[in-house]
């Protein structure tokens, strides 16, 4: 059974730094990507960014610049580095991991809360 669990979440304030780790506790196998969701209150959950087996990065558009993504493959654990945080980073963010085993499984954590102070 694979678990992940995110941490580093908080309250900061605008224009200012936070770093998410996210890690996958059991065995995946053949993983497709890792990556973040977020879900602000009264909002429904939207993609944040992903990185890939092979470590390429991919981001929303609304965070491209200011976030980055990287992992620890052997590890397995995702990091999302926040940079120049706006009021409206303010979510829950939510780490999960696909893997194709044969067929394709998605996992996900409880969500780590980022609140941003302007």
């Known amino acids: 059974q694979v678990q992940l669990v995110e941490s580093g979440g908080g309250l900061v304030q605008a224009g200012g730094s936070l770093r998410l780790s996210c890690a996958a506790s059991g065995r995946l196998l053949n993983v497709i990507d890792m990556g973040w969701h977020r879900q602000a209150p009264g909002k429904e959950r939207e993609y944040v960014a992903l990185i890939t087996r092979d470590d390429t990065p991919k981001y929303a558009d609304s965070v491209k610049g200011r976030f980055i993504i990287s992992r620890d493959g052997a590890k397995n654990i995702v990091y999302l580095q926040l940079d120049n945080v706006k009021p409206e980073d303010t979510a829950v963010y939510y780490c999960?991991?696909?893997?194709?085993?044969?067929?394709?499984?998605?996992?996900w954590g409880q969500g780590t809360q980022v609140t941003v102070s302007s």
């Open positions: 999960y991991a696909r893997e194709s085993a044969p067929w394709i499984n998605t996992y």
